[in-house]
């Protein structure tokens, strides 16, 4: 497989990168992205030693795709971004929060609707989207709410 993105350190960034991996003030994800670096270089200080990608990883105890990703944000944006775990880029919509809980419990402790004589989880779901309580909700979502607030449906 063809080498994607090739990692040529200068001194600076070389002295830069083994002070973080020496200092006991840095942290775990951190180290792991500057001995990577420092493992992937190929440029003349690196003392002629030229390191496969699956050997790093086997040696950091990461991905194949971990250290071409580490090596990707070095060569496009930087050793900053390189070192710096990769931000979310999924944001979470909705959250549940104890207003959610409490009009959970109480519809799960109304009448069950006509033709029923106890509510499911699947029901509940299904009534809190109906009602325009929130727009989606998964079955989980409801079981792990009532399981929370200790609401039995029997």
Same mark, same amino acid.
């Given at each position: 497989?063809?080498?994607?993105?090739?990692?040529?350190?200068? =001194?600076?960034?070389?002295?830069?990168?083994?002070?973080?991996?020496?200092? $006991? /003030?840095?942290?775990?994800?951190? #180290?792991?992205? &500057?001995?990577?670096?420092?493992?992937?270089?190929?440029?003349?200080?690196?003392?002629?030693?030229?390191?496969?990608?699956a050997e790093v990883?086997?040696?950091?105890?990461?991905?194949?795709?971990?250290?071409?990703?580490?090596?990707?944000?070095?060569? =496009?944006?930087?050793?900053?971004?390189?070192?710096?775990?990769?931000?979310? $880029? /999924?944001?979470?919509?909705?959250? #549940?929060?104890? &207003?959610?809980?409490?009009?959970?419990?109480?519809?799960?402790?109304?009448?069950?609707?006509?033709?029923?004589?106890?509510?499911?989880?699947?029901?509940?779901?299904?009534?809190?989207?109906?009602?325009?309580?929130?727009?989606?909700?998964?079955?989980?979502t409801v079981q792990?709410?009532?399981?929370?607030?200790r609401c039995v449906?029997?």
């Amino acid at each position: 497989m063809a080498i994607r993105y090739r990692i040529t350190l200068t =001194e600076t960034e070389r002295q830069s990168l083994t002070t973080l991996t020496r200092s $006991s /003030k840095t942290n775990a994800p951190k #180290f792991v992205h &500057a001995r990577a670096l420092l493992l992937c270089d190929v440029g003349p200080q690196s003392e002629g030693q030229s390191r496969k990608v699956a050997e790093v990883a086997d040696a950091l105890g990461v991905s194949t795709r971990t250290i071409e990703h580490i090596k990707e944000r070095f060569v =496009e944006q930087g050793m900053e971004a390189a070192l710096e775990r990769k931000p979310l $880029s /999924k944001q979470r919509d909705i959250t #549940f929060d104890g &207003a959610f809980d409490a009009r959970l419990t109480a519809l799960a402790c109304s009448k069950p609707p006509a033709g029923r004589t106890r509510w499911t989880v699947r029901l509940l779901a299904d009534q809190l989207v109906e009602l325009k309580i929130i727009p989606t909700v998964s079955l989980m979502t409801v079981q792990r709410s009532l399981k929370k607030t200790r609401c039995v449906l029997t």
